[in-house]
């Protein structure tokens, strides 16, 4: 079974500038989390989708915002890009829910705002 | 909300030891525990769970115990190996609630 996939794995953006990450769980996962991980503040949560609804929201503002498909697949995205928005970017899967499941985490992409 | 605590920010070993990684967490009301492992450039990767009506839970070279009454798990590695070297994430659940990662430990092995 092929494991949590996000693309793309790097992505460099300037100031100012929004972006979109790509996350596709696992087959038959139907919630996907979403994570941020900065050496300051470790890795911190941003949102949790299910059944194409956010369950759940993380204390982050009103730039980062995501989206979840009927497929499970989501989609996360940040605009008006700052600097400290750089960052690894981690999407999780779990079957139903993540704090009864397991998560399975995907590879992360690794965004610089210069 | 809940809080998680390391005891210890980074952890250094000997190839062949046991590593000892301690975790302290405040929601009393958290009912389910997960380890995660984070390598250099990777995702952190699920190694052992345990759920609140167990107090210890083995694996491969892997052993968590539970302590319910002080809030307190622990992550023994057997034999420890340079290719354990990662962060390490205790990460108590809540149903219902968001997870709570913090920043980890650091395992170095020497060898």
């Known amino acids: 079974k092929a494991g949590v996939t996000q693309t793309p794995r790097y992505l460099i953006k300037t100031r100012g500038q929004q972006v979109t990450l790509s996350c596709s769980p696992i087959?038959?996962?139907?919630?996907v989390s979403w994570y941020q991980q900065t050496p300051g503040q470790g890795l911190q949560f941003l949102f949790e989708?299910?059944?194409?609804?956010?369950?759940n929201k993380g204390n982050f503002p009103g730039r980062f915002s995501g989206r979840q498909f009927s497929n499970s697949r989501s989609e996360m995205n940040v605009s008006t890009l700052e600097l400290g928005d750089s960052a690894l970017y981690l999407c999780?899967?779990?079957?139903?829910?993540?704090?009864?499941?397991?998560?399975?985490f995907g590879p992360g992409t690794r965004l610089t705002v210069l | 909300g809940e809080s998680v605590g390391l005891h210890l920010p980074t952890l250094s070993v000997q190839e062949g030891d046991n590593s000892i990684i301690n975790c302290a967490y405040s929601?009393?009301?958290?009912?389910?525990f997960i380890w995660y492992k984070q390598e250099s450039g990777k995702g952190p990767q699920f190694i052992i769970d345990?759920?609140?009506?167990?107090d210890k839970r083995q694996g491969q070279r892997v052993t968590v115990l539970l302590n319910k009454t002080v809030k307190h798990l622990s992550l023994q590695i057997a034999a420890t190996q340079p290719g354990d070297s990662a962060v390490y994430f205790c990460?108590?659940?809540?149903?219902?609630?968001?997870?709570?990662f913090g920043k980890g430990t650091t395992l170095s092995v020497s060898s």
């Open positions: 990460v108590p659940n809540q149903a219902g609630t968001a997870l709570i």
């Open positions: 345990i759920r609140s009506n167990m």
């Open positions: 087959s038959g996962h139907r919630s």
């Open positions: 929601n009393s009301a958290s009912d389910y």
């Open positions: 999780a899967s779990s079957l139903e829910d993540p704090s009864t499941d397991t998560q399975y």
């Open positions: 989708y299910f059944s194409e609804t956010q369950r």
